[in-house]
Nanobody, 120 residues
């Protein structure tokens, strides 16, 4: 079983930056496809970014060019660097891990979430 713990959320002004981290327990992190999702109040949870065990990444159109997903397999940690933040990025951000070759939309392990608020 994999346990995921997010950190790094907070309040930031529009145009600012934050880096989220997701620490994973277990020695199988390096074989998992990892993802960041977010859920804004009153909205469905949406996929933000994914990264495979080999480091290949994909992004939602709404964050392309502003967010960067990365991972450090030696530290069992997933990251999300968020730049040029907008008020519409306000949400609870969740990390998720699924064993390869499962889709990130299928069952897997979720973190508890971290709140990101973009406001002046």
């Amino acid at each position: 079983q994999v346990q995921l713990v997010e950190s790094g959320g907070g309040l930031v002004q529009p145009g600012g930056s934050l880096r989220l981290s997701c620490a994973a327990s277990g020695s199988i992190f390096s074989t998992y496809t990892m993802a960041w999702f977010r859920q804004a109040p009153g909205k469905q949870r949406e996929l933000v970014a994914t990264i495979t065990s080999s480091g290949s990444s994909n992004y939602a159109d709404s964050v392309k060019g502003r967010f960067t997903v990365s991972r450090d397999n030696a530290k069992n940690t997933l990251y999300l660097q968020m730049n040029s933040l907008k008020p519409e990025d306000t949400a609870v951000y969740f990390c998720k891990g699924v064993p390869w070759p499962s889709s990130v939309q299928s069952g897997g392990y979720w973190g508890q979430g971290t709140q990101v608020t973009v406001s002046s």
